[in-house]
């Protein structure tokens, strides 16, 4: 998986993760049955934006565009509703072009083990097998991905010919036309041809805002490696690449405004506040101070006096506060795999039993994606990719930039977006 929206399932609705899934099993699943299975290995969360809007531009409601599917390793083997229809199927058709666009970058760039010839030759033939069925699948929903090649095309000459000291936004435009086609198209499957003009703009920005991040996370490794790097290339400093990407995320914020939606809720969630927190990610959150230190350091609001921070709670787990003059109590572990004073000892496996279970749960995805209980202990545990999908999420609190309440970090507030009329 690839892409700056990256949504932690902490900031979304039980409805909304719901309905990210769909979307991200139905993109898989339109790429198996129009490519085979290889091309799932294209699946990419900034690609299903594309099925979200189609959904969310239609009249007849979400149910109307899903279907249910059977049961998949990475779903801990249970079934799902997913999307169908021409949302996911334009979808697929244009994370296909574009994974094909990345693989010839990387055989031309010789980068890793695209460098030896044998993988390079049979690289070239999977972008060429791809680059044909992606314009096949896209031409039965009327979109020509031709507009993606020749912007890819026109990007590596972009690339070849610009300037000492050129303007960044010279190389991003390839990217820009490429995503406001497909955004715009958008609006031509839901029949709503007056949201093709704002969308078209959303999606030149998105474009802008993709290009930008990704050269600002590799400037560094590009610079190791020798590599050509636009922000490097332009002599474009951090600050003016940050301010690009923020003003990209406000007009992409203006430009839904314009777009008719049945149901923004999750277009809203996506384009207005995960592009934000994609540019949080690269470059820091603008003018913040960290509220857990921002007594110490003489700036920003303490913890305890933060309005939109929970009461304490108590930790079970944890000993009452003692009296300093008090004996100390011996030590005791505390945490998963250790047994409390008094409680029953986990139920153990032994080390044959435990690697059994262990291959098996992770032939299945299991220890990944769904709660299990471990396979040595016994102890029920969240899958790896729920306890590792939302970073510092819970690190600061602070007031809702859309609905004036809540927790942006911790509470979700926009899961109760639906109602307020929020528009940022």
Known sequence: MF????????????????SWMAHLCGLCLALRDDHGQLARTATNYDG????????????????AGRRTAGPCPLRGMRTA???????????AAVSLALASVKIRDHVEDRDGVFARRPVAAGARAVTRRWDRRS?????VVGFDTAVLLDAAARQGELERSLPTGGSVLLVTEPTETATAAAFA????????????????????LFGRLAHL???AEDQEADAASGAWNPLSATGTDRAEAERLCRDAVHGIRL????VELADRTLVHVLLAHETERAVERVFGRAGHTACRVGAENGGGTPLAANPYQAPPQHDPNQAPPQDPGAPVPPWVPQGPGFTPPGGPPPNRRNLVAGCAAWALMGCTCQLLCCEHDHPFTGERREGFCTRHDCGNCGDCCEACQCC???CSCCNGCCDGCDGCGCDC
Not at 189 to 202: C, D, I, V
């Open 3 to 18: 892409g700056i929206i990256r949504p932690c399932r902490h900031r979304l609705s039980e409805r909304l993760q719901a």
């Open 48 to 63: 299903l934006i594309i099925s979200v809007l189609v959904e969310a531009q239609a009249t007849a409601g979400a149910g």
């Open 81 to 91: 509703s997913v999307a169908q229809g021409e949302g996911a199927r334009l979808a």
């Open 135 to 139: 314009a096949g699948s896209a031409s």
């Open 185 to 204: 198209h958008t609006a031509a499957l839901a029949g709503r041809p007056g949201n093709a003009a704002p969308l078209a703009e959303a999606g030149r």
């Open 213 to 215: 991040l990704d050269a």
């Open 255 to 258: 430009a839904l405004r314009d």
């Open 404 to 406: 004036g309440d809540g």
